[in-house]
C-alpha cells in the first residue's frame, strides 16, 4: 500500500477504536486541505529532515510525507503506534517513529548533525514549554512551523506595547524571526477545541544571542513580566533596578510591555557585565 491508497483518517480511527485524549491536550487534525497547506508553509520537500512532535493518527505526517521529505514523528501515546507504524510501510520507511516524551527528546541526536525542521500541530499542554526547549537549547532546528492556541501564536509574534507582548514574544524575537502564518478555525479538529488556533512560522536568526546571553535574557525577561504592571526600576530590583536600566540606556520608569528586543537584550547585556 502507498501513501495515495491509505484509507481516510477518520476510517483509520473508526477502525483502531481511537478517540483524543484530554489529558495529553489531543485535537486531531484531519481535514487534509489544511494539513497540506501547513506542510507548504513548513517549505520543506525531497531531502529535507522534518521533526514532527504529537503527530497523533498521522494527519500532517502524511501531508509532510507527500512532500517527499523524510519524517521523524515523536509521540508519547503508544495507542497510536500501530497506526504511525502502517503510515511509515506506505511511505517507504520516510517515516521513523519514536515512542516517547517530546520534553525529553535529545533532538540533535535525532538530527545527527544535519540540519531539521520542526513541524507540528503541538499538543496544547506542552506547546510554550517545547518552543522555549527549542529557542533556548543547545539545538537549533532549520526552521520552525508550529500550530498552537491562536492566543499563544499571537503572543510569540507580538509587537512591543501590545497586550500579548511578552517574555515569550521576547524570547522567540531575540533569536528568530516569527509570524503568524495561518490562523485555523476550531471546527478543523476532531474534537474541535474552544479556541482558535493559529500557525506560526519560525526560522532562526543568523545573530541569534549565545547562549550566555539567552541565558541572561531569559532571566531579566522573567523579572520584567513577572510584575509587567511595575516600572522596570521596581521589577527589576533584585538585578539592579534603576541602576540596571541606567547601564543599559532603557528609562527605568519604563514598564516592560513597552520595552523592544534591543532594550531587552540591552539589560541582558548590563546585568551580566
Known sequence: MTLDQLPPLRDTLAEHGLLAKKSFGQHFLLDLNI????????????????????????GLTRALLETGARVTAVEADPRFAPLLEELSAASGGALTLRLEDALTTDEAAVAAG???HMVSNLPYNVGTPLLIKWLTGPFTPASMTLMFQKEVADRVAAEPGSDAYGRLSVIAQATSHAQVVMDVPARAFTPPPKVTSAVVRLTPLADRPEPARLDAL?????????????????????LGGEALCEAAGVPPEARAETIDIEGFLALADAWRR
Not at 35 to 57: F, S
Not at 218 to 238: D, E, N
Open 35 to 58: 494539513t497540506r497547506k501547513i506542510a507548504r508553509l513548513a517549505q520543506v520537500g525531497p531531502g529535507d529532515h522534518v521533526i514532527e512532535v504529537g503527530p497523533g493518527p498521522g
Open 114 to 116: 544535519q540540519p531539521a
Open 218 to 238: 531569559q532571566t531579566i525577561t522573567a523579572a520584567a513580566f513577572g510584575q509587567r504592571r511595575k516600572m522596570l526600576r521596581s521589577s527589576l530590583k533584585v
